[in-house]
């Protein structure tokens, strides 16, 4: 019996991991519109989702979000060292995040 739980937990975490993977393509979908629109409320509330489904992703897949925020510092570091164009955008977001833990 415990096997047939564990089967049920296991499609049921795979069909929410799958209803927040759409959802996210989605929001995605979403900023790429309000950038076309120019709204800012828009862009700030699609962004909010695209961030937040990623940390839920992250955190069902087994991620804790300060794992997530320590990637994106450490990636974030490299580029600002060979992106002139983004340096400083990119070391705001640093110090952001840094600034968090």
């Known amino acids: 019996m415990a096997d047939v739980e ?16 759409i959802e996210l ?3 995605a979908v979403e900023v790429l519109r309000s950038i076309q629109s120019g709204n800012e409320g828009e862009l700030t509330e699609a962004l909010s989702g695209v961030v937040g489904l ?7 897949m087994g991620v804790p ?4 925020d320590h990637g994106i510092v450490n990636s974030f570091r490299i580029a600002a060292e060979v992106d002139d164009k983004r340096h400083t955008d990119l070391t705001e977001v640093i110090r952001y995040l840094s600034d968090r833990y």
């Not at 979000?65 to 997530?68: A, F, N, V, W």
């Open 54 to 60: 990623a940390y839920l992703l992250g955190v069902q």
């Open 6 to 21: 564990s089967h049920i937990d296991l499609t049921r975490k795979l069909q929410t991991v799958e209803h927040d993977r």
């Open 25 to 27: 393509v989605q929001q």
């Open 65 to 68: 979000p300060h794992r997530i």
